[in-house]
Structure formats: structure tokens, C-alpha cells
């Protein structure tokens, strides 16, 4: 979203001033255009290039090194996992091949993301997905691991991502994991909603000052 150009603290905290702000744009101003922008977004493969940036891959890397269950004996430590934005399922089909979880839904709301979803996962067990808008609903639980990455700033504003806080924990299992990503510093913002939840506790939070845009892992627990 941002370039490629080494920020300073100062441009850094005037960024995520901007991707804060966002959140009242996008999910507000912005938000009954958003089917259209986004679907003209994907008439080009990959829109964002997350196959080919270095970025990218180092947060998938990390997004699956944050989990505190170990794979052991082949078995997967998750039963069933949700991931909420899931493009075209590049992090799904990462999630499904690596074996952390039995069952795999991507959901995302660009019925073409979807397509290329399905065909890119299409070898793989257990992985399905659903064209869904997530403000209005998500697939039936309980998930005892969700996944929530760099979707918030769509999503605003704050009392639509309190409504989406609650809607995630109906359909989490209890001792579930949900991870947030979002770019620092507006995920103070972003996740408060769910710092403030009484289903969840936040178990710990990393904050990767990345050269390009720097970005925060938080895993919580569902109690």
C-alpha cells in the first residue's frame, strides 16, 4: 500500500495515522463501492503481487511461527480454521499444505478471488471456501483457529468492528486462537475492540518494523 522507501519513525506514525483514518473511508464513505472497486481490482491476477514480495512471504512465515500449538506426529494441532480475507488463497493454501489444521474455509467477498481461490486450492483436502460479506456474516462455527489479517481498515468503523469482535467469538470453540494483523501504529486502533472484548485475551503481540511498512502479529485467546 505504502512503497518500498525506508520511513523513519516520524513518516512511520504519520502512515499509520493515515491507515487509522482509513478505517472511516473505507468503511464508511467508500464502503457502498467497495464490491465494485475490489472486483475491478481483480481483473488482474494477484493484484497486490502477495506471490512475489519478500514482504509477504516473511508475514506468512511469521503469521504460522506466532501459533504456540506444535505439529506433532503428523497431526494437525487445529481442527478447523477460518481465514477471513483470503484473496486468492495464497496464505490458505500455505495453512492447509503445512498441516495446521484439519479443515480449512477461506472466506472473502470478490466472488473472482474466490474462483482463483478454489482452483489454486483445488488438490487439496479439507479446504473449501465462501464468497461472504463479513460485516453481515460469517460460515458456521466453532473454529478453534481464525485468522484476521490487514482486512480491518476496510472494515470501520470501530462499533462494526465490535459487532464483528462478537460475531467471531460465537463461532469460535473455547481455547480457540485468533490472529489480527494489522499495520502498527493504527492497530492500537484497530484492535481494540477486541483488546476490550471479555471473550478474548490477547496472549502476546509482535510488532515487525519493517523497512517497507511496519505491521503487528497479535494472538488471542477465546475464553
Known amino acids: 500500500m505504502w512503497g518500498n522507501d525506508r520511513q523513519g519513525p516520524w513518516l512511520g506514525w504519520v502512515r499509520g495515522a493515515l491507515e487509522a483514518g482509513g478505517i472511516y473511508?473505507?468503511?464508511?464513505?467508500?464502503?457502498?463501492?467497495?464490491?465494485?472497486?475490489?472486483?475491478?481490482?481483480?481483473?488482474?491476477?494477484?493484484?497486490?503481487?502477495?506471490?512475489?514480495?519478500?514482504?509477504?512471504?516473511?508475514?506468512?512465515?511469521?503469521?504460522?511461527?506466532?501459533?504456540?500449538?506444535?505439529?506433532?506426529?503428523?497431526?494437525?494441532?487445529?481442527?478447523?480454521?477460518?481465514?477471513?480475507?483470503?484473496?486468492?488463497?495464497?496464505?490458505?493454501?500455505?495453512?492447509?499444505?503445512?498441516?495446521?489444521?484439519?479443515?480449512?474455509?477461506?472466506?472473502?467477498?470478490v466472488r473472482t478471488a474466490i474462483e482463483r481461490a478454489q482452483a489454486r486450492c483445488a488438490g487439496l483436502p479439507g479446504v473449501t471456501f465462501r464468497q461472504a460479506d463479513v460485516t453481515k456474516t460469517l460460515p458456521p462455527g466453532p473454529f478453534d483457529l481464525v485468522y484476521c489479517s490487514e482486512i480491518l481498515y476496510y472494515l470501520g468503523p470501530l462499533r462494526r468492528l465490535a459487532t464483528l469482535a462478537d460475531r467471531i467469538a460465537q463461532e469460535m470453540a473455547e481455547g480457540g486462537?485468533?490472529?489480527?494483523?494489522?499495520?502498527?501504529?493504527?492497530?492500537?486502533?484497530?484492535?481494540?475492540?477486541?483488546?476490550?472484548?471479555?471473550?478474548?485475551?490477547?496472549?502476546?503481540?509482535?510488532?515487525?518494523?519493517?523497512?517497507?511498512?511496519a505491521y503487528v502479529i497479535a494472538l488471542y485467546s477465546r475464553h
Open 25 to 109: 473511508v473505507y468503511g464508511g464513505l467508500l464502503r457502498p463501492w467497495m464490491q465494485r472497486v475490489f472486483s475491478r481490482r481483480y481483473r488482474t491476477v494477484d493484484p497486490w503481487n502477495y506471490a512475489q514480495r519478500p514482504y509477504e512471504q516473511h508475514k506468512y512465515d511469521l503469521k504460522l511461527q506466532f501459533l504456540d500449538r506444535p505439529r506433532t506426529d503428523g497431526e494437525a494441532p487445529y481442527r478447523r480454521a477460518l481465514e477471513l480475507g483470503c484473496s486468492e488463497g495464497l496464505f490458505t493454501q500455505r495453512l492447509a499444505a503445512d498441516g495446521w489444521a484439519e479443515e480449512v474455509v477461506g472466506v472473502d467477498f
Open 177 to 213: 486462537h485468533l490472529v489480527l494483523v494489522n499495520p502498527w501504529p493504527a492497530a492500537r486502533l484497530l484492535h481494540r475492540p477486541f483488546d476490550r472484548h471479555p471473550q478474548f485475551r490477547r496472549l502476546r503481540q509482535q510488532v515487525e518494523r519493517d523497512a517497507r511498512r
